[in-house]
């Protein structure tokens, strides 16, 4: 009886640290030569009070971008980086399209893990249904990554205000 007891706590214990493992581990698109980003975006209400507001953040790796000898010092990457927010009947509402160009000093830069690129922009939409497409494209090698996300923005402007929806302050010092 003791040793089933022993076998099955050790096999939840080893599958319990095989999960986490695989879990917690880098993501497998990263790190294989296309240029991979992490992508946030939060939902906020414009202060024109009729619009949404979205904030969409990116972060790059300079791992996962490419990086060739710069003519002057050190080493140079460029890449692109596209959003595109959809409605739901696949119209084009508004887009961006930013070009980023890095140099780092040294090789070793070039292989960071640590050292990011942070893009963030903001996009102001009214109600309804929509799809965010997120592409990157490195400029050195023309591979590309791409992430698309659906959301809906409800109608606000008409629904009275809840009193959780309010907050209230005291002694509010500025520092």
């Known amino acids: 009886m003791q040793k089933r007891i022993f076998l099955i706590v050790l096999f939840l214990v ?3 640290s095989i999960a986490a493992g695989q879990y917690l581990g880098p993501n497998k698109q990263s790190g294989v030569g296309i240029p991979f980003f992490e992508i946030a975006f939060q939902q906020r209400f414009d202060p024109d009070l009729e619009h949404h ?3 969409v953040m990116t972060s790059h790796l ?5 990086f060739i000898k710069s003519d002057t010092s ?3 990457t460029e890449f692109e980086m596209l959003f595109a927010v959809y409605d739901k009947k696949g119209n084009v509402v508004t887009s961006r399209t930013i070009n ?4 780092v000093p040294n090789f070793d830069m070039t ?10 922009e903001a996009f102001k939409l009214p109600a309804g249904e929509y799809s965010l497409l997120a592409k990157s494209t490195d400029l ?8 698309k996300i659906k959301f809906t ?11 959780g929806s309010l907050l209230f302050l005291q002694r509010v010092t500025l520092d």
Do not use: H, Q, W, Y
Request: hydrophobic content about 45%; overall charge positive; proline content about 2%.
């Open 53 to 55: 507001r979205l904030i």
């Open 62 to 66: 300079f791992d996962d971008l490419t």
């Open 14 to 16: 080893v599958f319990i």
């Open 100 to 103: 980023r160009k890095i140099n």
């Open 74 to 76: 050190g080493f140079d």
């Open 111 to 120: 292989n960071s893990r640590d050292s990011v690129i942070v893009i963030k």
């Open 140 to 147: 050195i090698t023309n591979e590309s990554a791409k992430r």
């Open 153 to 163: 923005f409800k109608e606000f402007k008409d629904k009275p205000v809840a009193i």
